[in-house]
């Protein structure tokens, strides 16, 4: 089977689709190396992995990935091709087409964008949803807000979940965390939360639930890139004279957060909104039950290994807390994490991938 990818995030992305892109990626080449792989870059200089061909566009190209690949598919005679990230060339192609939808952020929270962002991602999105053969959400509940789009997009949309990067599974070593600990001037038990500082994250109501329950609840540690909250939360904090209880980590390493993790004793992601939620699957990857918002994807993915509230209500949140950091309640979610995490394996992501593209041909 020759199959091609659009692998844009899988060579600029660090994070977030870039983990997904090359989580599957490499993992298809490595354990099902008798299918014939080629990445689609729009940039000429990049280098892919062994056990796959770069597609990449000639020299003085114009809209390659929208035009110039799909020329290319239909030259080279793919079987498959599948877009990572909920775009695919412009027009049909003889090769069979699959799309990845990770969320529908630009819909749900509208303010985030400017109104030709919203534009393009409504036209690319449109375009993917009604061109491609199988469509991929990443929870069920993007599968609705995919069927809210047009309920005849039902029959051809399939789940798939996501896993972490493999770094997550990785066991530290005691040392290690205890290094981790030093080094951010971090009590032996602390609760972590690891995320983007912007609006839809909800750091602002988690902080306040913990400032009503600070003398009963263990340190919180805030981790995530910056964003638009960013001097909004280390302000609060502030104010609030909550350095002794809460610290606040912008950027760090990809390789530290597995300590992030590990070296707590349960996570917390609030978001109002995800269309999957993977620092849910991180947690989980690294033992760690997780509190996470009530009715949405990271219920599904956290399923009995996790609590969870409503994101909106302080309340809710604060009592949460209380309980997600009680010991008896960590152990009886903890019971359940390998049960729970069976759902997003590797093994199992890459086979239904396979599965997908075999049932195309």
């Not at 610290?247 to 990809?254: G, N, Q, T, Y």
């Not at 960590?330 to 997003?344: G, M, P, S, T, V």
Request: hydrophobic share 35%; net charge neutral.
């Amino acid at each position: 089977m020759k199959i091609g990818f659009d692998a844009k995030r899988y060579f600029r992305n660090t994070t977030g689709l870039g983990n997904y892109s090359r989580t599957l990626i490499n993992g298809l080449i490595e354990h099902y190396p008798n299918h014939d792989y080629h990445l689609f870059s729009s940039s000429r200089n990049v280098s892919g992995p062994e056990g796959a061909e770069l597609e990449t566009p000639p020299r003085f190209s114009l809209f390659w990935r929208q035009i110039g690949s799909a020329i290319r598919i239909d030259k080279r005679k793919f079987n498959i091709y599948h877009g990572l990230s909920a775009e695919l060339p412009i027009g049909k192609t003889n090769a069979k087409q699959v799309v990845t939808i990770h969320d529908l952020i630009f819909q749900k929270y509208p303010e985030y964008y400017k109104p030709i962002d919203r534009y393009i991602y409504a036209r690319k999105t449109a375009a993917a949803l009604s061109q491609a053969d199988i469509i991929i959400a990443s929870s069920e509940r993007t599968k609705q807000d995919i069927i809210d789009i047009s309920p005849r997009f039902q029959s051809k949309t399939e789940v798939i979940y996501q896993d972490c990067s493999p770094q997550f599974y990785v066991k530290l070593k005691d040392e290690e965390l205890k290094a981790f600990k030093s080094k951010y001037n971090l009590p032996e038990t602390y609760l972590v939360s690891v995320c983007k500082f912007e609006k839809r994250k909800n750091h602002l109501r988690l902080l306040q639930a913990h400032l009503t329950k600070k003398d009963a609840l263990p340190h919180l540690l805030l981790v995530g890139r910056k964003g638009d909250t960013f001097s909004t939360i280390k302000k609060f904090i502030k104010d609030n004279d909550l350095h002794e209880n809460v610290s606040i980590v912008s950027d760090m390493p990809s390789e530290e957060l597995v300590a992030a993790y590990q070296g707590s004793i349960a996570s917390v992601f609030l978001s109002e909104y995800e269309g999957y939620g993977i620092p849910v699957a991180e947690s989980l990857a690294c033992g760690k039950p997780v509190l996470t918002s009530l009715g949405s994807s990271m219920e599904e993915i956290c399923g009995s290994s996790g609590l969870c509230v409503n994101p909106l209500n302080i309340e809710e949140i604060a009592q949460g807390l209380v309980e997600i950091a009680n010991k008896e309640t960590i152990e009886k979610l903890r019971a359940h994490i390998d049960i729970e995490k069976q759902k997003f394996s590797n093994d199992l992501i890459l086979e239904q991938h396979i599965n997908i593209y075999n049932k195309l041909l």
